[in-house]
């Protein structure tokens, strides 16, 4: 045990609709109308100067980029170790920074590529974004 209570993150006029689509279970990302490029941080201006950005929801669907198991977490996240500590790479293009649960920590589990799926991790007023290997077609 480590005694302190679990961070959760603090919205900021910037990020809050992104925490306000998470307690709708709702994964979102700017879009800028201008390019079209995606970015799944919050941001005021995109790279191509424009400053018309549109919040839009993701499918929760991608892959497994990269990743690293955490053995030896900050003291706080010592109760959750070993995790999977990951980039997923979204449907939408963009590369997101995230856990992967509901598997071992254990390379021989987590193949580069593999195809993985938005749940949900319920922190109090939030909900993280957590990714799953994907479930075949139709089950
Ligand atoms: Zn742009």
Redesign the pocket.
């Known amino acids: 045990m480590s005694g302190e209570p679990r961070p959760v993150p603090r919205p900021t006029p910037e990020t809050l609709p992104y925490w306000e689509a998470t307690r709708r279970r709702e994964l979102v990302r700017h879009r800028?109308?201008?390019?079209?490029?995606g970015s799944q941080h919050p941001r005021a201006i995109?790279?191509?100067?424009?400053t018309?950005?549109t919040w839009t929801r993701c499918t929760g669907r991608g892959r497994l980029f990269s990743y690293v198991v955490v053995h030896r977490p900050e003291p706080v996240f010592a109760d959750e170790a070993p995790f999977v500590l990951a980039i997923v790479e979204l449907e939408e293009g963009v590369r997101m920074t995230t856990r992967i649960v509901d598997v071992p920590a254990d390379p021989s589990a987590l193949p580069l590529d593999m195809d993985v799926e938005l749940r949900w991790l319920e922190l109090g007023d939030v909900n993280l974004p957590v990714f799953a290997p994907a479930r075949p077609e139709g089950s």
């Open positions: 800028c109308d201008g390019c079209g490029a995109c790279a191509c100067g424009s018309d950005l």
